[in-house]
């Protein structure tokens, strides 16, 4: 279940802001017999290798999602944008509509999808949904620093798959913002225990900004934007009628 509310008829003005959607990857409501006219040839191409039908429909909710929230802040119809291989093949607008500067960049995992979208900031977003039997040790071992593992290690058990999947969404959300990929560096993040019971992540990566995100009941997320903090407003996608 998606937690974020339905977007207003009028959004606020990107600015200084960040928008973030929460995509339903299975909403029933959604046509797919209206997708080839929303995605370019390479998109449809990528679809169609999917083995399975429901990895194959989560990849073109997703798509049409991005071009149809995207194309709004422009303007333009979502079938009619044109996306490049930016940095690392991170996708970015075609040079024709650079001048927008609109950033933007989408993350799915299971049944849900977020999509960020900024103006002159630069962002990365991540979401993973959290399994329970995924042995996440040895992954944590292999991927996150020393201080990290004994900070993971020092929790209390019933606390430490939340906090892998906390720490994972928020190194994948950095190495996204900065378009390195996974052969990136893995920025490292502080693992807390807070009062209340739960784990808080924390950053202090010069020019970038952390935030934890709340997507949905099993899910954990994580962005981050170029420069300091940034207002934050969570919409649900409406779908495409």
């Known amino acids: 279940m998606i937690r974020w509310p339905t977007a207003p008829d009028s959004l ?26 929303q995605l370019s040839a390479d998109e449809q191409e990528r679809a169609d290798r999917f083995k399975f039908a429901d990895d194959r429909r989560c990849y073109i909710v997703a798509h049409v999602a991005l071009r149809d929230i995207v194309g709004d802040y422009l ?3 979502g079938e009619d944008l044109e996306f490049i291989a930016g940095k690392n093949g991170k996708p970015r607008l075609a040079d024709a509509l650079a001048e927008s500067a609109l950033e933007f960049n989408l993350s799915h995992s299971h049944e849900l999808a ?36 004994a900070a993971l290690s020092a929790l209390p058990p019933r606390l430490q798959r939340q906090a892998f999947y906390k720490c994972w969404t928020s ?21 807390a225990h807070d009062a209340g019971d739960r784990v808080k992540i924390g950053a ?3 020019g970038w900004s952390l935030k934890e995100l709340d997507p949905g009941d099993g899910y954990e997320g994580a962005l981050v934007v170029e420069g300091g903090a940034a207002p934050i407003f969570c919409y649900r996608w409406r779908g495409i009628s």
């Open 12 to 37: 606020p003005p990107l600015a200084d802001n960040v928008h973030i959607w929460a995509v339903d990857l299975t909403d029933a409501g959604f046509d797919t017999r209206l997708w080839p006219r």
């Open 171 to 191: 190194k994948e959300a950095f190495l996204k913002a900065k378009g390195v990929g996974l052969s990136g560096a893995l920025d490292e993040v502080e693992i």
């Open 75 to 77: 303007n333009i119809a």
């Open 114 to 149: 977020l999509i960020a979208v900024s103006r002159g900031r630069v962002v990365g977003v991540d979401i993973e949904y959290v399994k329970s039997d995924f042995e996440f040790h040895e992954v944590a071992k292999h991927f996150f620093t020393a201080r990290e593992v």
């Open 204 to 206: 202090a990566v010069t």
